[in-house]
C-alpha cells in the first residue's frame, strides 16, 4: 500500500515560532501537495511540487513556504507561525502521467496534523 | 475556477438503509472524480477513482457513478452500517482550464447510520 506519512498528529506552538511539518511518501510519487482543512471553507491547496526543487503555489500560500530536497519528502514551513494557522494540514502524493501511466491517478492522502499555535 | 458542492451536508440514516451521497462540479472538463472518506480528527482515505472516460466503480458496497457532461457524480452504499459513520468527500482533478494538478474538493456530506 502507498504511505504517505506525516510526522506528528498533533502540534502546538506559540506565536511567531518558525514550524515545519514533514511529510514522506514511499511509492516514488512525483507529486506532492500540502492542503490544510477548516471547517465551513473545505480544503484548500497551499503548496505543490512536481518535482524535487520544484514548487509551485496554490491557493493560498501566503504565510507558508516549503522545502522538497528529495523526491519522497515535502516539507511545509510556517515562517512565523500566527493564530490564524490554525488548522488540519493534510499532505497528498501523486504519480504523474507518462507512457507507464497515461491517466492520472488518484490521490493518496496522510494522516494529517493537528496544529494549534497559541 | 472550478466549483464542487457536495448535497446533503449532512444525512443520518437507520442501520441497514441504502443511501446516495451527491456530488456537482461547475467544470465538466475533468480528468477524474475521487471520493473520500474521513473519520473526525483523521486523514483522507481513498475509496473510489473514476477516470473521466469511466461511467462507474464499485468497490464492495460502494458504487460511485460519473456524467461528466452534466457535471454530476454519485456515491451510492448499499446496505450501510454504523462503521460507515464518516465525512465522505468527493473531489474532481482538474482538466485543461484548471490545471491538471488540481484536485478541487467539496465541502462534505456527514453520514451517521443509527444502530
Known amino acids: 500500500d502507498v504511505k504517505v506519512t506525516q510526522s506528528s498528529r498533533y502540534l502546538v506552538k506559540r506565536t511567531g515560532e518558525k514550524v515545519f511539518l514533514e511529510c514522506v511518501q514511499d511509492?516514488?510519487?512525483?507529486?506532492m501537495f500540502w492542503y490544510r482543512q477548516d471547517p465551513g471553507l473545505g480544503l484548500r491547496l497551499i503548496y505543490f511540487?512536481?518535482?524535487?526543487?520544484?514548487?509551485e503555489k496554490g491557493d493560498i500560500p501566503e504565510g507558508y513556504s516549503v522545502s522538497r530536497e528529495k523526491k519522497e519528502r515535502f516539507s511545509l514551513i510556517l515562517e512565523s507561525a500566527s493564530t490564524n494557522q490554525t488548522s488540519m494540514y493534510l499532505c497528498?502524493?501523486?504519480?504523474?502521467?507518462?507512457?507507464?501511466?497515461?491517466?492520472?491517478?488518484?490521490?493518496?492522502f496522510g494522516s494529517g496534523t493537528r496544529l494549534t499555535v497559541v | 475556477k472550478q466549483e464542487v458542492t457536495q448535497i446533503p451536508a449532512a444525512l443520518s440514516v437507520p442501520e441497514g438503509e441504502n443511501l446516495v451521497l451527491n456530488c456537482s462540479f461547475t467544470?465538466?472538463?475533468?480528468?477524474?472524480l475521487q471520493w473520500f472518506r474521513q473519520d473526525p480528527g483523521k486523514g483522507l482515505t481513498s475509496l473510489l477513482l473514476?477516470?473521466?472516460?469511466?461511467r462507474e466503480q464499485t468497490s464492495g458496497r460502494l458504487n460511485a457513478s460519473l456524467d461528466k457532461s452534466s457535471g454530476r457524480s454519485t456515491l451510492y452504499i448499499a446496505a450501510s452500517q454504523p462503521g460507515d459513520s464518516a465525512t465522505y468527500l468527493c473531489?474532481?482533478?482538474?482538466?485543461?482550464?484548471?490545471?491538471?494538478?488540481?484536485?478541487?474538493f467539496g465541502t462534505g456530506t456527514r453520514l451517521t447510520v443509527i444502530p
Open positions: 497528498a502524493s501523486s504519480p504523474t502521467t507518462g507512457p507507464l501511466i497515461p491517466l492520472p491517478r488518484g490521490y493518496t
Open positions: 511509492m516514488d510519487h512525483e507529486n
Open positions: 511540487s512536481y518535482d524535487v526543487k520544484m514548487k
Open positions: 467544470d465538466s472538463a475533468i480528468y477524474n
Open positions: 473514476i477516470q473521466s472516460s469511466q
Open positions: 473531489a474532481v482533478r482538474g482538466g485543461m482550464r484548471s490545471g491538471a494538478n488540481n484536485l478541487f
